[in-house]
C-alpha cells in the first residue's frame, strides 16, 4: 500500500493502481468506463472488448469493489455510461457516443453478437451495470439523464436518434456527503409566478397560473394584497435530467465527457480542498475540472498516450 499523492497521474490498469492506493483516502470519484463493444484501442486488459455483456460487467465490478475500499465512508461515485446495440457478430462501425471520430486511430470494435440478445436489440449495459453494483454493496441513489442537443448523427431509420446517456450516483453509505444548494437551479418561471400570486385566505388552492394545474398548500394564504418578495425562493433542488451539451477537444483523444458534466458532479459530491479520483483518466477531463474547483485529483489511466495528453492540459506529476 503506497502513501496517497495527488495531483497526479498512474499510467497502470484501474484495478491493479486502485490496490495500491489506501483506504477511506478520496472523497469523491468522477469517471465514464469504456463503453461496452465499441472501441478497440489495441492494449493489453483493456476494458470493453469482453466476450460476453457479463464479463464486462464483472470486470467493472471489481473495479468498483476495489474502488469502494479507497473512497471514504461519506464519498460519492458518479459514473457515466451508454448502452450499446446487439449487432451482428462482423466487424463494422459502430458510432461511439464518447469518441466518434476514434481515439488516435484505434482500430473499431467488433459489432457484438449478443447471447440472449437479438439482432439490433438494445443491451442494457447501464442498468446492468447498476444493479451488479447495487448487488455489490453500493448504495443506487439516483438514475440522472445527460441529455445533448447535440448528439452524434446516427444513419438509423427504424427508431429515434440517441440524445442522452446515464450518469449513476451511487454511494459506500447511507449519509454522504452531498452539497444540493452547490447545483440547485434557478426556480422555474411558473413557478415562481405562483409564489406570488398566493392564495387569498379561505381559499385550498393557489391561483391559477395558465398551463399549470392548482398547487395545494404552495404558499401560505395572504392577507389583503401584501406579498414580500425577499420571502420568495429562488433556486430549487437539481433535477436528475442535465442538459449538457458535448464539447470537442482540440488534443487527439476526444473527452469522455464534457468539463461542465464533471464539474456539475464534482461540486455536489466532494467538498473543496478534497480528493477526486478518475479511475479512466482518458485526457484528464475529471482533473482539470477538479484543479478549476481548489479540489485535489488522481488520475488513472491504462493507455500511455492519453497520460501525455492529460498531463499537457493541467500538468500534474507521472506515477
Excluded at 98 to 112: D, H, L, V, W
Excluded at 122 to 137: K, M, V
Aim: hydrophobic share 35%.
Amino acid at each position: 500500500m503506497t502513501k496517497l499523492r495527488t495531483d497526479t497521474i498512474i499510467n497502470r490498469d484501474a484495478l491493479y493502481a486502485l490496490r495500491e492506493l489506501p483506504e477511506e483516502s478520496v472523497h469523491c470519484c468522477v469517471t465514464s468506463p469504456p463503453y461496452y463493444a465499441l472501441r478497440d484501442y489495441g492494449l493489453d486488459m483493456q476494458i470493453g472488448r469482453e466476450d460476453t455483456p457479463e464479463q464486462y460487467i464483472d470486470r467493472l465490478t471489481e473495479v468498483f469493489r476495489e474502488l469502494r475500499r479507497v473512497l471514504r465512508s461519506d464519498g460519492t461515485l458518479w459514473l457515466n455510461i451508454a448502452d450499446t446495440y446487439c449487432g451482428t457478430g462482423n466487424k463494422g462501425y459502430h458510432a461511439d457516443p464518447k469518441n466518434p471520430k476514434g481515439r488516435n486511430g484505434q482500430q473499431i470494435a467488433r459489432n457484438n453478437r449478443v447471447s440472449g440478445c437479438k439482432q439490433k436489440d438494445l443491451i442494457g449495459i447501464p442498468w446492468l451495470l447498476a444493479f451488479a453494483l447495487r448487488a455489490d454493496g453500493w448504495y443506487l441513489r439516483s438514475d440522472i439523464i445527460w441529455q445533448k442537443e447535440n448528439p452524434m448523427p446516427e444513419s438509423v431509420k427504424d427508431r429515434p436518434t440517441r440524445c442522452y446517456e446515464h450518469i449513476f450516483l451511487l454511494t459506500k453509505s447511507k449519509k454522504y456527503f452531498y452539497d444540493a444548494a452547490a447545483i440547485a437551479e434557478p426556480l422555474a418561471p411558473t413557478t415562481a409566478a405562483r409564489y406570488r400570486t398566493g392564495r387569498s385566505a379561505g381559499q385550498k388552492y393557489a391561483d391559477e397560473v395558465p398551463g399549470q394545474g392548482n398547487v395545494q398548500g404552495l404558499n401560505r394564504a395572504r392577507s389583503g394584497s401584501y406579498y414580500d418578495e425577499a420571502l420568495m425562493p429562488t433556486m430549487r433542488n437539481r433535477r436528475d435530467v442535465w442538459l449538457i451539451n458535448t464539447v470537442p477537444y482540440k488534443g487527439g483523444h476526444f473527452a469522455a465527457f464534457p468539463p461542465k458534466l464533471a464539474e456539475t458532479c464534482i461540486k455536489a459530491g466532494c467538498p473543496k480542498g478534497g480528493v477526486v479520483l478518475d479511475p479512466f483518466f482518458g485526457s484528464g477531463t475529471t482533473g482539470a475540472a477538479a484543479k478549476q474547483l481548489d479540489r485535489h485529483y488522481i488520475g488513472i489511466e491504462i493507455n500511455a498516450e492519453y497520460c501525455a495528453l492529460a498531463r499537457a492540459r493541467i500538468g500534474g506529476t507521472d506515477t
